[in-house]
């Protein structure tokens, strides 16, 4: 018989086998866990409800406050209308001075920036050759007057014939025409101002020889001023000349000069399709300077019976312009009205001077809120803190 080893006689040994659970031990662990699935499913339905019920306590309990707000009531009546276009303003009278002759310059006559009068002398050109042909051209007027009476009266004897006497008219006449001539030249050396006006900066040095045609200064007219801009052809039927035109710069932010329209040009610009105008304004102050950027307005007859709202309430969108409404809202606690928005689509007209045509949506006497509209919802409660629009404050001018 084979001896055993030690390993095989352990195997066999009853107490050295694994023990295997039982079905009643299988039962009562997944009863245990299904408690406890139980119980962390419990709390959490338990916890949800709490939650739900807490929320809905704190919004129930918790009423925002209205937002305070700025309200107009929509007004009807007479809406200005314009019709604007872009232009420059230019000078009716503006010109580069230049000589007639060439010639050397010898003495400078203005400041650049002065003002001058119509005649007013600005350069002198060297005239001595003209200063002496004049002085020569005199002499022989003078000899050629003297001769000629002397003529004159040896031919009432018959000592003198007739054509002598016209030889020596033809010499008074030719010293005469020499004179005119050399004058004149004389006139031309000497550059004078073409009419009142600013000049601008010099652009000539005292001793330089300039050719007819250099630009020596530039004069502008500023009292008088033309605005030339262009409309859209359509406009052709509403505008003629006479109406007023209102002229705004970037000089000068906020302001409004006044012009009169002059000037229609009878014919349509065939690349761009519009209307070049022309308006006229004085410019007593010279605020106002030529190759400034203007956009002009047209004052047209005012639309009558127009429902119109502060700009400023137009809410615009892809979906279209609405403004909100303050309603009555039933009474509060304290027996005050309470007072709701409740926001309309509207459709939209022309806007001028601030305030925008409503054409549908609301009616005369409505109260429309003009400020405070973007932190409202439709249905939000309001409250009236003002009854009229704010205002954008002016641009403060530059010191």
Known sequence: MMATTYYEEVKDR????PSRPTRRGLFFRLLIVLILLGLVGGGLWFFNEFRKK????FFAHNVPPPTPVAAVAAEIGPLPQFLGGIGTVVAIRQVHVAPEVAGRVVEIRFEAGATVQPGQALVQLNDAPEQADLANYRAQETLAVANLGRTRQL??????TQATLDQNQALLEQARAGIARTEALIAQKQVKAPFGGELG???????????????LVSLTDLDRLYIN???????????????????????YPG?????ELTTVEPQIDPGTRTIRLQATMDNPDRLLLPGM??????VLPAREGVVTVPETAVLRTLYGDSVFLVREDGKAADGKPQQKAEQVFVRTGEVAGGRAAVLEGVAAGDLVVASGQLKLQNGA??????????????????Q
């Open 155 to 160: 031919a009432r004897s018959d000592f003198a």
């Open 293 to 298: 950027f203007a956009n002009a307005r047209v």
């Open 14 to 17: 009853p107490e050295a086998r």
């Open 201 to 215: 900066i010099r652009m000539i040095e005292l001793g330089q020889f300039v050719d007819p045609g250099t630009n």
């Open 54 to 57: 807490a929320i809905g306590d």
């Open 381 to 398: 409660a309001v409250q009236v803190v003002e009854d009229r629009a704010l205002k954008i404050p002016a641009r403060t001018p530059v």
């Open 255 to 259: 302001r409004t000069f006044s012009a």
């Open 229 to 251: 801009f262009t409309v859209p052809e359509q406009a052709r039927a509403a505008i003629h000349p006479g109406q007023p035109v209102e002229i705004a710069v970037d000089a």
